[in-house]
């Protein structure tokens, strides 16, 4: 089993930034490839990027790169996600995410976001113009 606790979201003007943290505890194999998705109301949850290999190794959605950074404390069991530049269209509601390895592995190969089976309850992140 894998808890994740996401933190860090709240209300920022176009141009700003926020940093949002996932807290994960379980098994560690349950754990090795990390990711963020996030979701509007009405549409389908995307993935938007992913860090594994203890962090060395990382993985973002063409249209964020640049913009969103990913980190990895495995002192603290927790994954960072470093969002610069937000716009308006950034919100969503942000939810982490664990798996094992090949997810993350199949994900750099494909580009596609495989089934997580754990999840945070997300943070809501809101920008406005």
């Known amino acids: 089993q894998v808890q994740l606790a996401e933190s860090g979201g709240g209300s920022v003007q176009a141009g700003g930034s926020l940093r949002l943290s996932c807290a994960a505890s379980?098994?560690?194999?349950?754990?090795?490839?990390m990711a963020w998705f996030r979701q509007v109301p009405g549409k389908e949850r995307e993935g938007v990027a992913a860090?594994?290999?203890?962090?060395?190794?990382?993985y973002y959605v063409d249209s964020l790169k640049g913009r969103f950074t990913l980190s990895q404390d495995n002192a603290k069991n927790t994954v960072s996600l470093q969002m610069n530049s937000l716009q308006p269209e950034d919100t969503a509601m942000y939810y982490c995410?664990?798996?094992?390895?090949?997810?993350?592995?199949?994900?750099?190969?494909?580009?596609?976001?495989?089934?997580?089976?754990?999840w945070g309850q997300g943070t809501q992140v809101t920008v406005s113009s």
């Open positions: 860090i594994w290999a203890s962090g060395r190794r990382t």
């Open positions: 379980g098994d560690s194999d349950l754990r090795k490839c």
């Open positions: 995410a664990a798996g094992r390895a090949p997810l993350c592995l199949d994900l750099l190969v494909t580009g596609i976001f495989g089934p997580f089976k754990s």
